[in-house]
Structures are given as structure tokens and as C-alpha cells.
């Protein structure tokens, strides 16, 4: 690149970085005024800077092959906000595309019409339901995190408070402190102030009360105003009916939902598989990092390929449940150093998959190996499938699943030969397919290797669960324009996210 060109390259990216820094009032203003959420390709849009605003522009070539140009997005932006619009999630990249194939209406009209479901649907606040996290663990904050991030718009849920064993107060500041400093997720993006004497977290704005109990019998919720919410139980420790049952005997809490996989009959929901089987149950679980990364992917191979039958094996950071030094546990090799050793584990992710979606019962195995790596995960499905495929062919399936299918919320793609394990750190998909190391010859036997950051990615699984356990769901527009990929496959795949 000469000088010219090198001058001209710069003269462009401050150009679009000023277009984009527009961009950032008018998106914070639908998001918190009118309860809409913008999206590029089913990338939300509030609360990023302008940088990563261009950065989701460029993502865009997945789709059509070009870069996105913010010139182009911004009075499709601007003009939605002369609509009075009700609640809804709006791509504003596929409007952009459809306006842009069409000639016979201005962008005005042509926006009415598209988005006529919430055109003059005036301001609306979403009723909102208190969640309680019972247990402020790794996946508590997380979810603490996710939830104060969407305090300000169409969530429809409100964190009210926070269950704590102990009876000292003076732990709080160091509560906040976990919650503002993560070693692994890095700081809190915003301000946290603490209130002793009340007991209280203010995190951007939210003001989050701190209950100290020894068990859910001996919390009084009518004391802080918490009526009929959802209390999130993430310290694992019951996961059976019984057990989480105490949570009900509560008059402030109507339903609960366990960040763990669930035990006997209780539903175990895995976000974009079987959701629909949430109804009205009064209890049910997340299921495990390690199901909520593979299930999707199994799902979308399954539906197109067919699978025969397979084996997964998953390499897995380590958790708190293994010892950081030899010591004794309880289970089989987890005394010995998590900090110093691979730790070959047991894991029940295989068979918790026919939980979410029983096709595939009775059809893998599955095995973990844990190692001296804080967070993100990684399964290798080595799969049999009924029809056979080449690595492109299903690469590019795989890929399109992770764009336009009703799975995009759980399934990414990459393919960069650079990837490891540090990149997926944040990744907010359940899981993201490394598609170079795809292995596929042609034949029926195939592996796919998915990367999931066990940590966040699954804290976002528990947040969609609980949105839709609010039954509060904003419209999705425009309305995605479905193709049928195959007569195997449900997993519908729409020509955007």
C-alpha cells in the first residue's frame, strides 16, 4: 500500500467513526424511550461503543459478501426514531437491505409498512418481573452482569436481590469488588457504589439488596417489596423437585430457575431447542454448560445429516468443584491439582442431550477431560451420520445456521486459523464451531469441534430462559423471509439472523 492509499484508508475509518459516533445517542434513545433493540444481523446494537458499532458493520459481509456502510444504516436509524415505536427488536441491516431491493416507496412508507405491528405504538414500559439470585457465585455475578446491561430497556426483568449466606455485613465491599474486578472477564463496564447500613449494591443505576440466609425458608422478601419473582438458584445446592421446592414456600417467589442440570422429572431447558417446554412449570433447570454448547450443534447436524450415533468428548476448564492443591475430594481425581494437571472426568452432557431434544436419545457417549485453563471449553463430536457430506458442504451449513437459522442466538461460526481458546472468552453464542478444523471426506463419518466460553456464554443461555419464563417477548422485525434448505431439516434457516 503506498502512502496515497494508506492516507486514504485513514481518511475513511475516521469518516465512518464519526457516523458510528453519531449512531450511539439515537440507539440508546430507542433502546431506553421506546423498549426497541437495534440490531445488525441479529447483533445488538445498545450499549456498544462506536468502534465495535463498525465492527458489527464489517460482520456483515458473512451475509452478501460486503462490508456494511454505516452511511447507509444511519437514516434508516435516525428515521425510526420520527415512528413512535412499541416494543421490538429491530434489525436495522436487513430493513436496510429490503428498502434497498425495492423502489417503489420512500424509506418512510417504506418502514411503516415493514414495521406496521409497532408503528405509532407509543412509549411502553414492559412490565417488569424481580429476579433473585439465590448464591452469588462465578455464574450469579455473570448473570448479575447480563441483567443490569438490560436494566434500561425491553428485558422484562429486574434483579432485586441477592441471597447470601452469613450474617456479616461487613462482606459486602467484598462482594462489590467481585462483582466490579473478574480475573477472567475483566472489570465491570460501569459505576457500583455500596451501602453498608443498607445493605445494598447500586450497579449502574440498579440498586440490588443483599438478603442473609441459611436456607429459603428464612428469607423475608415482603420486607425489600419482592412479590411473584423468579429466584435463580445458582449454588447448586439442590437440583431436585424437593429440594428447590423451599424456594415456593416463600410468598415472594413464584417460580425458580436452577443454573445446573436438573434431577428427576424437572424440565431441563436448553434455549433455542426446547424453550416451548418451559409452559408453566414452577421449577425448572439450564441443564450444563457443556449440553447448552453441543445441543444446538447436534440438533442443526442432525436435522439436516441425520445422526447415527457418536461420541463427544469435551476438554474443560476447571471449576470449583476440583482442588487447586492435592487434597481429598470426594470424587475420583479431583483432589489432585486442577491447577498443575489434565483431569479426566465424567460428564453426563452426552446423555442430558435427549433431554433437550430426544431424537438423539440413547445414540452418544461422551467423556471430559479437565484442564489448567480458567474458562472456555472446547467439544470434539465425532459423529456417524446418516447421510454423508464433505467438509465444505458442511461447513457452509453449519455457517448459514449460525447466520439465518432460528438457532443463530446459540450457534456461531469462525474460521480463522489463528483461533484459541483466549478469543471465545465473552462469546455470547452457547457455542461457536471452529470450521478449519472441520473433518469431513465425503463420507458418513465426520468430526466438529465446538468452542463455548463455559462461563458467559452459558450465563446467556440462563438469561434467554428467563425471559422467556416472563412469557414478555418482543416482536422480531421485519419478519425473516424463510428458504427451505432441505427436506430433513427444521432447523429453518432465513436469509438474516
Known sequence: ??????????????????????????????????????????RRLPNRSATQILKLHRFARHLDGVELSPHAIFPVLHKLTTLDLGPAAIDV?????????????????FLRRELAE???????AVPPTDVVLYGFGRIGRLVARILIGRAGGACGL??????????????????????????????????????????????????IQFIRASDPAHVDYAAHGIRDAIVVDNTGRWRDEAGLRQHLENDGIRRVLLTAPGKGGLPNIVHGINEDDIGDHPIVAAASCTTNAITPVLVAIDREFGVEHGHVETVHSFTNDQNLT??????????????????????GAATAVAKAYPRLAGKLTGNAIRVPTPD????????????????????????????????????????SPEIVSSDVLGARKAGVVDGLATIADGGRSVVVYVWYDNEYGYS????????????????TLPAPEYETRSVHTDVRVARVG
Open 1 to 42: 500500500m503506498n502512502g496515497d492509499d494508506a492516507s486514504t484508508a485513514f481518511t475513511r475509518w475516521i469518516d465512518h467513526e464519526s457516523v458510528a459516533e453519531a449512531m450511539v445517542p439515537i440507539i440508546g434513545g430507542l433502546y431506553r424511550r421506546n423498549n426497541v433493540v437495534t440490531t445488525i444481523h441479529g
Open 118 to 124: 409497532v408503528v405509532d405504538g407509543g412509549l411502553y
Open 460 to 475: 446467556r443461555q440462563v438469561v434467554r430462559i428467563l425471559e422467556t419464563m416472563t412469557g414478555v417477548r418482543i416482536r
Open 158 to 207: 429486574r434483579l432485586r436481590a441477592v441471597v447470601v449466606r452469613g450474617d456479616d455485613p461487613g462482606d459486602l465491599v467484598r462482594r462489590a469488588s467481585l462483582l466490579r474486578r473478574d480475573s477472567v472477564h475483566g472489570p465491570f463496564d460501569g459505576r457500583i457504589t455500596v451501602d453498608v447500613e443498607r445493605d445494598t449494591i447500586t450497579a449502574n443505576g440498579t440498586v
Open 93 to 109: 441491516a436487513e430493513l436496510n437491505r429490503r428498502f434497498r431491493a425495492q423502489h417503489e416507496l420512500d424509506l418512510d412508507a
Open 376 to 415: 472456555v471449553s472446547i467439544a470434539v463430536l465425532n459423529l456417524q451420520l446418516r447421510e454423508p457430506v464433505g467438509k465444505e458442504q458442511l461447513n457452509a451449513y453449519l455457517r448459514s445456521v449460525s447466520l439465518r437459522s432460528a438457532l443463530h442466538r446459540q450457534v456461531d461460526y469462525v474460521d
Open 326 to 347: 492435592d487434597n481429598y475430594h470426594r470424587s475420583s481425581r479431583r483432589g489432585r491439582s486442577a491447577a498443575l494437571n489434565m483431569v479426566l472426568a465424567e460428564t
